[in-house]
């Protein structure tokens, strides 16, 4: 059920409506059905896979928590050193379930995403070395949501796995954590810590919530449908036919796909967390103006930032500290002593964050250079650093000052554009073309000569296309200024909000780039 | 305090409401505002051809074919009316799903009070699509017809001033009648014709809830209801026969199946596709099939002296110049 | 204390660490960096950190960090 048709509308006041007749100590039970009929209306194909792994993880998890509770008992009357002893065992063997768990979770999306293009590479490689054989190409649909709620169960398994909480005990309200209907195909990547026990307490009735939810919906609402969908015109056509164009447009397409794809994704996620929002639950945000960041890395704790976050717990900082990579940075350490080796093994787990990182986009190169491209910008800023400081202090180039932040922010959008680039690309080559033949016609006047009425879109779309975006940087910078814009409009006067609704619900329906004429655009970040 | 929890719940109640009310007002206008005012190509209006019937002289239509693309292509109203004197019109749409020919009929009948309706029994199934989003697609088709700045709000880069006094004026007039002529051809080669395998097969809860009010809306009419088929290879085998032939004993009505009997099909110059739709040569044979039914099991009067309907005739002229250039 | 501090003053200079109380709320630190303080404090105090110990509530101020590495020494 697609956050953007009409069918989900009513779905949603259904479920509201229904939530806030029942008394509060059953709500929890009817949010769980919601999300049951939710999946199983968008998703029944593969739902069997998504059981499996709630049981297991739920399984395991509880298991866990009870060689917790032994461990306590048994040890209580030991000595310091046996209980040092014991506790090494016992948490071998909850590793022991901890990875098994993981390791069947995980293999099943591996599996499903990535047989393909193991299968189509090994063919390349066959080929090449002129052996006929050739492994037929099977493909396995997803099952709805698999990267998201993989990550989030194996986050929850490994969270419970290091006593960070205790598993949860009742199943119905464990399914509910894992089911939470906004966010199963599209994130945010939620914590148990953060979720559950908002889910399972029924919440009273807020006017504030009920009707900030509905404006964020209709925010997010806008964003998708009059500006993504109406940019994905351009887009698409300039990438269908990208042989033909250079220069000048190639850079308007990259900034085009970006535009897009932060205001659907971003839009999407308004729908996910005001939906939530109407049942009186907060979900973690994912964006927080990604284009104010001044570096890339920065950019990764601004942009979908519940995968970073996911990221950094669960590979970033176990690589970090890994036996492995600490083998390997004192091996280094004992021979040089450098800058740069101190940072070993910062590196190793940079660069099996960023291929993970990209792998977990899709199977194909261009995911994995996605992922690479943004190992090696930081790595080497990493690297280049105090040289970079050097150089400032040199010129005495302050770090706070305008001239400087807005270089460092320019910088960084040119680098996301670029990055965007290579993730919209069919493939690797595509993208290199592409890149390199902006340096083949670099003219302004493709602004001026007709062409840009020739991509899909007319003088018209054009004008509302500006006007939306400013509209939408305009809103992003009130809110970096600190001013909370349903906050202020709920406080005007009534014959002041109620156009901005109207205004706001009618542009919806009257610009949406929707219906006779437009080819329906699927949420992007619906196939990973 | 519980009063005052009361009243403050009323007016949030009451305040929404009004909210609702002047969303629905607001829509209204928009509606006006943008719904094409002729229903001409130039005029922006959608599948224009069919709506032809709304620019027909008042109560003049006796039988109205409506339906998707195959009734479109199949069904001549001047063949009907240079053998029988029968108004007709053809009011076939690509891929037309039963709750539009509902919303159609709805609208045919402000104008016409046609004797009878022949329904296309491709409208209660659509190809390749699930329960999800044939819901979705009724409740788009809904907003269309009873908010129609959901269907036209394009058209806030064309608005002109004639938008804005808001009277509708219809003047499409064609001697075609809605039909969609082509004298080309593509064979098909008989393969698995009325064996083919199909998906969505049966009556369901939905078809049955708006033919259910199709047939509420034509017998409030008096107007017979009449279920055909025209003969194509793509959409129809015997699966869904039975289903529309089950359905139509149910409720009493006549069910025609261009495909179960032979008219004298020649798959080889009838169709322009390879099966999928007639062309000129097909559609003849079909409206024949139409025509003796027509005859057979209705009491339509012959028009065809009535100077009232003398316009019919100078169409027919236009129609034969078209078809038969000499 | 005064070892942790000068660790902390190498990464990342010019911070106030003995008055600054929300490093990881303010951003202080971000991963990296802390990444390089936990190498720091492994080699340096030669105690043991995991991923469990890489949390807010140990890495707030300088305060906790040292209580945090206090804590491991015992054990």
Known sequence: ?528 | MRNKKETEKREFLIKGLLFLVGMLVCLEFLSLLTYPKDNTKKSGAYNYQAKGIYSEEKKSVDVIAIGASNFWCGYIPMQIWKNEGYTSYNCGTLMQHIWYTYYFLQKIYKTQQPKVVLIDADVFFIEDSTTLQNVNDMIRNTLYWKLPVVEYHDRWKSLSRHDFSGKVHYTFDNEMKGFYYVNYKQPYILKNYMHQRLNNQEVTVLDRIFMSKIIKLCKSHGTKIVLVEAPTESSWNYIRHNAIAAYAKEKKMDFIDANYQNIGIDWNIDSRDGGYHLNYSGAQKFTTFVEDYLKKNTKLTDHRLDSNYSNWNTDLAKFQNEVNPK | MEELLKILNEIKPGVDFLNETDLIENRILDSIEIMELAEEIMDVFEIDLTPMDIVPENFKSAETIYQMIERLREE
């Open chain 1, 1 to 528: 059920m697609a956050f953007n048709s009409y069918v989900y509308v009513l779905f949603l006041i259904a479920a509201v409506i229904i939530y806030y007749c029942l008394p509060k100590k059953i709500r929890w039970i009817e949010l769980l059905c919601v999300n049951i009929i939710y999946y199983l209306i968008s998703g029944l194909q593969y739902s069997l896979f998504f059981v499996f792994s709630i049981v297991t993880v739920y399984i395991a998890g509880r298991f866990i928590t009870l060689q917790d509770q032994k461990f306590d008992m048994i040890t209580q009357n030991l000595t310091r050193e046996e209980q040092k002893e014991k506790k090494k065992a016992f948490a071998k063997y909850k590793k022991r379930i901890v990875v098994l768990t993981i390791l069947l979770n995980l293999g099943i999306l591996i599996f499903r995403k990535y047989f393909l293009f193991v299968l189509f590479n090994i063919n390349r490689v066959f080929a090449l070395l002129h052996i006929s054989i050739q492994i037929p190409q099977i493909s396995f649909a997803l099952p709805l949501g698999i990267s998201f709620y993989t990550l989030q169960a194996v986050g929850y398994l490994i969270d419970v796995g290091r006593g960070q909480y205790k598993a949860e005990k009742n199943f119905a309200k464990f399914v509910l954590f894992m089911t939470f209907f906004p966010h199963i195909i599209e994130g945010p990547i939620c914590r148990y810590s953060q979720t559950a026990s908002s889910l399972a307490e029924g919440h009273e009735f807020s006017k504030e919530n009920f009707l900030f939810g509905i404006q964020r919906i209709g925010w997010g609402l806008f964003k998708k449908i009059v500006i993504a969908d109406r940019l994905d015109i351009l887009v698409n056509h300039i990438y269908a036919n990208y042989k033909e164009y250079s220069g000048t447009l190639i850079i308007v397409v990259a900034v085009a796909y970006t535009t897009q794809l932060y205001a659907e994704f971003s839009g999407c996620m308004d729908i996910v967390i005001g939906s939530a929002q109407l049942f009186g639950i907060t979900l973690p945000e994912n964006f927080e103006h990604p284009f104010a960041s001044k570096s890339i890395q920065e950019y990764w704790r601004r942009w979908h930032i519940t995968l970073g976050k996911w990221f950094k717990d669960y590979v970033f900082y176990p690589v970090s500290l890994s036996a492995f990579s600490k083998k390997i940075a004192r091996k280094l350490k004992s021979r040089y002593n450098n800058y740069l080796v101190k940072l070993t093994s910062t590196f190793i787990a940079l660069f099996v964050v960023w291929t993970l990182t990209g792998m977990w986009h899709g199977g194909s190169f261009r995911y994995l250079l996605y992922g690479w491209y943004y190992f090696f910008i930081i790595a080497a800023g990493l690297v280049i650093e105090p040289f970079v400081i050097q150089i400032r202090e040199h010129f005495h180039i302050q770090e706070h000052s305008i001239i400087y932040v807005c270089f460092q922010r320019s910088r960084t959008f040119i680098l996301i554009v670029i990055g965007l680039m290579i993730f919209r690309a069919t493939t690797v080559t595509q993208f290199v073309n592409m890149f390199s033949s902006i340096f083949n016609g670099l003219t302004i006047s493709v602004f001026f000569d007709g062409t840009m009425l020739k991509l899909g879109l007319d003088k018209m779309d054009f004008y509302l296309l500006f006007a939306s975006v400013f509209l939408m940087i305009a809103v992003g910078t009130l809110q970096t200024r600190g001013i909370k814009i349903r906050q202020f409009v709920a406080n005007q006067a009534i014959y002041i909000r109620w156009p901005i609704y109207y205004a706001l619900i009618m542009s919806i329906i009257v610009f949406g780039a929707y219906g006779k004429g437009y080819t329906p655009v699927a949420f992007i970040y619906a196939n990973f």
